[in-house]
């Protein structure tokens, strides 16, 4: 159990900066475990849908695999070795049992590329917005092997216009425009992180990362959970699907 005092400092933390570190939070055999299972789905050829699920860079490199709790029941692990359900109960209430968003990122060391700045209900087009997506490290996180960022307080502002003008794993990007005011309002904090250690973050946060100049690999995996009471907007879902498909088609033309 988490103690009181604690539950409140997570549940403030989370509404006025959009985001919250929890220290010491996931077992590290368990990150160990998922990241052996994914490359056994992919040497085993199971995820389907490899142009949207699967992406590689340039250098042939594994970028990011999507929808992955669909192959693996990790996500039972996680519920079952940690608070994160509790966590969830004292923020929105009940949850869902399934979980609807589900990836492993990879930034190889010196050719990791950037994901533009994004918020997460551009793509999970949920009303109410009452959801939260838990990114875990597989390896300690610093600004220099791309940490996320996070525009600090920028949840407040409700959604922003997003264009397919996004990258591997994250299609959509806030236009600079929109970008621009969100610099002049929100202070922009880089995440350092330790194996074991995440982050919980609200789907309205601006958040992003920058390239992997470093030498040092960065990985992570991310899932997300919402409220009975979040319900998916048809309308907006399916405007995210029009744009999906259009810069899928981009980057099948520029294979």
Known sequence: MINQKEIKRIKE??????????????????????????????????????????HY??????????????????????????????????????????????SYFLKPRKVGIATKAHQDNAFFNLNPCEAFTCWVPTDSVTKQNSSLYYYSGSNKGGLLPHEPQG???A?????????????????????????????????????GSERNRSSIDRGAFNFSIKSKKAKKDVVGWNDYRKKLSTYLKIRKRKK
């Open 167 to 169: 990258n591997l794993g």
């Open 13 to 54: 933390t989370f509404h006025n900066r959009g985001y919250v570190v929890l220290k010491n939070f996931m077992p590290k055999k368990l990150i160990n475990e998922i990241k052996n299972d994914v490359k056994k789905l992919l040497k085993m050829k199971k995820i389907k849908n490899k142009l949207e699920n699967v």
């Open 171 to 207: 299609s959509l990007s806030i236009p600079k425009k929109y970008i621009n005011r969100v610099r002049k309002k929100y202070k922009k904090h880089y995440v350092q992180l330790k194996k074991g250690d995440c982050i919980i973050h609200n789907p309205l946060v601006v958040h």
């Open 57 to 102: 860079l340039k250098t042939k490199q594994l970028s990011s695999v999507h929808n992955i709790a669909n192959y693996m029941s990790y996500h039972k692990k996680f519920l079952d070795s940690t608070r994160i359900k509790e966590v969830f109960h004292e923020i929105f209430g009940p949850s869902e049992k399934k979980w609807f968003n589900s």
